[in-house]
């Protein structure tokens, strides 16, 4: 079968560390840094705008509150969201308005953005491994 095969470089472990890191820092990071600009550039514009959106929205950037495991988790995912997250927590951002008509759904983008963040910096991960 005359096909040729690939070379798949593995990472070393602290550069897939930093990848990841910057890849959760800043949405799409990683696969820039990685060389996957298509991807990159994707994920840098519309994730943070996703998560701008649920700011618009008049939701809510959830505290950690461990004796509410299900706040604790909306927590968690807020903060999959990297550097937007700390900045508009910094700027008293997110506090989310109940009473507000969008609340819910500025509470779903919000999560939404942070989990999917999540989801980039595991496939920034498998590129770095070789793996993609």
């Not at 959106?53 to 505290?63: N, S, T």
């Not at 508009?88 to 942070?114: D, H, P, Q, T």
Request: include cysteine; proline fraction near 5%.
């Amino acid at each position: 079968m005359g096909g040729t095969t690939a070379r798949v470089t593995v990472a070393s472990p602290t550069l897939t560390s930093l990848v990841c890191v910057a890849a959760w820092a800043i949405p799409g990071a990683g696969h820039l840094w990685l060389g996957r600009w298509q991807k990159g550039v994707v994920f840098l514009v519309l994730l943070p705008l996703m998560f701008a959106i649920g700011l618009g929205l008049e939701g809510r950037l959830f505290p950690f509150e461990f004796s509410q495991p299900l706040v604790a988790l909306a927590a968690a995912a807020d903060l999959g969201m990297g550097l937007p997250y700390l900045v508009a927590k910094a700027l008293s951002a997110g506090a989310g308005r109940v009473v507000a008509v969008s609340y819910e759904y500025g509470n779903a983008f919000l999560i939404v953005a942070g989990l999917l963040n999540m989801l980039v910096v595991l496939d920034a991960f498998d590129i770095a491994q070789g793996r993609k």
